[in-house]
């Protein structure tokens, strides 16, 4: 079983995997939780807990808090922050912080990656729940960031009140100007004056840029466009309401600007920071990156399961509820098939998304690159097809606010491109296989 799951890790590839793979032995690879029921006790119980808060206390009002934000007020409606109140002090709060990174749970909540993939896809419900938990993008990543990388008073100014709930953060990466999925092209400059870098660029796709609880940006630039092309980038903290941020406008996403979070094009004309707002030090922002960008990428993938599980669900009450010349929907035969084929498509995304989470505690995350990017491609593309069969079903109902249907498709559309394209996911899977190949 061990070998049909993790081949890599017990065959010969390259040098640098049989360094990794040397030091893990086939036991510590563990089995593979495929149901709740094999998780530890304590888990379960917490997701037990988790899926009573979502069904009970964030369904009922997920249409009250949908109309509040189409009106794009770009205010917080006072729901979410009390949820997040209720959420905070039942205890179900920051389980995205994995215990390989925080080992002594001052964090998180202890969870490994595959523990945490459980309770993820249950946040995937709803599209508010992984706010309410405080597990939601980009801040997650951004807190992993502070985690690993930030000094002491990075955390304490801005990790503190990200895991407390205060406050939201943005990444800024992406840009206008050039073709982001290649990171090396990025033009943004970060230069050292004195005690102080300063800032330009223009960046756009920069989510939470709308809210007004963001504070702090994650900002990657260039500090030496001579050096070598993975050395010449760095990422610095950058105050969201310093002198020089300038918010141009929410970009649209299919035509909603997701209020009130949304997505921000923003203009950095000349912003000055403390040199030590720099992470890790100049040159390390590709570094940072991947180490940012691998655990975003699957936590993304265990929401997208649950809002095919949610998608589904709600087809399945639809279908019983409609007649159609003569007889029910669920009656008829393109209905039934479209049931079939979206349970099996959900079946086989979630295995992926739990080995590749089992690898990035077992192996971890170099070793279970390609699977990270397998489920990256997977998951969004399953997340369409079963959320169009959804709306199919709903008719026109599907296509409005009057379920989260549409919003569940235009997160999966937009997951074939954030946290890198398909086509680079797929280009890199491509050379492992022909590696593989060659030796």
């Known amino acids: 079983m061990i070998s049909q799951l993790y081949p890599r890790v017990l065959r010969k590839t390259t040098s640098a995997l049989l360094k990794t793979t040397r030091t893990v032995s086939t036991s510590s690879i563990g089995p593979l939780a495929v149901a709740v029921s094999s998780l530890r006790p304590e888990v379960q119980r917490l997701h037990k807990h988790v899926t009573e808060f979502v069904r009970e206390e964030i369904f009922p009002v997920e249409q009250e808090i949908r109309n509040w934000n189409e009106k794009e007020t770009w205010q917080i409606?006072?729901?979410?922050?009390?949820?997040?109140?209720?959420?905070?002090?039942?205890?179900?709060?920051?389980?995205?912080?994995?215990?390989?990174?925080?080992?002594?749970?001052?964090?998180?909540?202890?969870?490994t990656n595959l523990e945490y993939a459980h309770l993820c896809e249950v946040t995937g419900l709803s599209m508010y729940a992984p706010e309410v938990f405080n597990c939601n993008a980009p801040d997650t990543g951004n807190m992993e960031v502070l985690i690993k990388y930030g000094t002491e008073e990075h955390q304490e100014k801005w990790l503190k009140p990200l895991l407390a709930g205060e406050i939201r953060s943005c990444f800024g990466m992406t840009e206008p100007a050039v073709a982001s999925s290649d990171a090396t092209n990025i033009q943004a400059s970060i230069v050292k004056d004195g005690d102080e870098y300063i800032?330009?660029?223009?960046?756009?796709w920069t989510t939470n840029g709308m809210d007004p609880r963001c504070k702090i940006c994650v900002f990657m630039g260039k500090t030496d466009p001579t050096a070598d092309r993975h050395k010449q980038q760095s990422m610095i903290l950058v105050p969201f309401d310093?002198?020089?941020?300038?918010?141009?406008?929410?970009?649209?996403?299919?035509?909603?600007k997701e209020s009130p979070s949304g997505h921000a094009e923003v203009d950095f004309d000349n912003v000055r920071v403390p040199a030590s707002n720099i992470l890790l030090g100049e040159g390390r922002g590709f570094e940072i990156a991947q180490g940012r960008l691998g655990p975003g990428r699957i936590h993304h993938c265990m929401r997208m399961i649950g809002n095919a599980e949610r998608a589904l669900e709600l087809m399945i009450e639809r279908v019983h509820s409609r007649v159609a010349f003569g007889k029910p929907l669920v009656a008829q035969g393109t209905i039934q098939q479209d049931i079939a084929l979206s349970r099996i498509e959900i079946e086989q995304a979630r295995l992926l998304t739990l080995k590749a989470a089992q690898m990035m505690d077992s192996v971890?995350?170099?070793?279970?690159?390609?699977e990270i990017a397998m489920i990256k491609v997977v998951a969004p593309r399953m997340l369409m097809s079963v959320v169009d069969r959804a709306i199919q079903a709903h008719g026109g109902a599907g296509l409005n606010s009057d379920f989260p249907l549409a919003n569940f498709y235009i997160y999966a559309r937009s997951g074939r491109l954030f946290d890198g394209p398909d086509e680079v996911h797929l280009r890199a899977i491509s050379r492992y296989e022909v590696a593989k190949f060659k030796q």
């Open 77 to 111: 409606h006072p729901k979410i922050e009390e949820l997040k109140a209720q959420a905070k002090q039942a205890g179900l709060w920051n389980f995205f912080v994995p215990i390989d990174a925080d080992p002594e749970i001052k964090y998180g909540a202890g969870l």
């Open 199 to 204: 800032i330009n660029g223009r960046k756009w």
């Open 242 to 256: 310093a002198p020089g941020v300038n918010i141009v406008r929410p970009l649209s996403v299919l035509g909603d």
């Open 364 to 370: 971890g995350n170099k070793v279970a690159a390609p």
